[in-house]
């Protein structure tokens, strides 16, 4: 079945950085965009960047754009999401999320990771 | 930027009762909205793609309808476990949005 496993997040110092990283399992990984997605503590959800199936390929929410980076790892069926220069606003749960049909942009999430907390305090 | 506007912020009912949310797009969306519920601690599940396709093993009381700016996600009659939060998302431009959340309660 597909899993997605996000881990990383922690508590960080404003301005420090920290890599999240999502273990992907039970699809062809390869296959298939993938996204992170925020949620602030009792907020809505946020779009943070998105990535194409073979890496070729990225985007980012503007109020991210120049501090994060999202990579992938095909080979080890991993995601990751480079974060510098954090801020307090940053505080989140952090979700990778993967684009349902293979090869496709522009298409709706089938899973969820569970997230992980990135908690940026002094 | 498409903003998605979701109403009511907060829907009391019933269990039993037949509720529509409302989620509005600033701009046209086609039909390329979902709709997510999330439950408390626990990530999103998606609900409706397409603006009307139910996805898998979702009950046949939720049902998505709308297109363009106007979209709706309707439960036919309330189950206990449906207390909970749904948001809309669009993803017909660039950068993908969600609406705020609509949290349905009990009355």
């Known amino acids: 079945q597909v899993q997605l496993v996000e881990s990383g997040g922690g508590v960080v110092q404003p301005g420090r950085s920290r890599r999240l990283s999502c273990a992907a399992s039970g699809f062809t990984f390869s296959n298939h965009n993938m996204h992170w997605v925020r949620q602030a503590p009792g907020k809505g959800l946020e779009w943070v960047a998105v990535?194409?199936?073979?890496?070729?390929?990225?985007a980012y929410a503007d109020s991210v754009k120049g501090r994060f980076t999202v990579s992938r790892d095909n080979s080890k069926n991993t995601l990751y999401l480079d974060m510098s220069s954090l801020r307090p606003e940053d505080t989140a749960i952090y979700y990778c999320a993967r684009v349902q049909v293979p090869y496709a942009s522009m298409v709706h999430f089938d899973y969820w990771g569970q997230g992980t907390l990135v908690t940026v305090s002094s | 930027e498409i903003v998605l506007t979701q109403s009511p912020g907060t829907l009391s009912a019933s269990p039993g009762e037949r509720v529509t949310l409302s989620c509005r797009a600033s701009?046209?969306?086609?039909?390329?909205v979902a709709w997510y519920q999330q439950k408390l601690g626990q990530s999103p599940r998606l609900i409706i793609h397409?603006?009307?396709n139910r996805a898998t093993g979702i009950p046949v009381r939720f049902t998505g309808s709308g297109s363009g700016t106007e979209f709706a996600l309707t439960i036919s009659s309330l189950q206990s476990e449906d207390f909970t939060i749904y948001y809309c998302?669009?993803?017909?431009?660039?950068?993908?949005?969600f609406g705020q959340g609509t949290k349905v309660e009990v009355k």
């Open positions: 990535i194409k199936h073979d890496g070729s390929n990225e």
């Open positions: 397409g603006a009307s």
């Open positions: 701009q046209s969306a086609s039909t390329n």
């Open positions: 998302h669009q993803y017909n431009n660039w950068p993908e949005t």
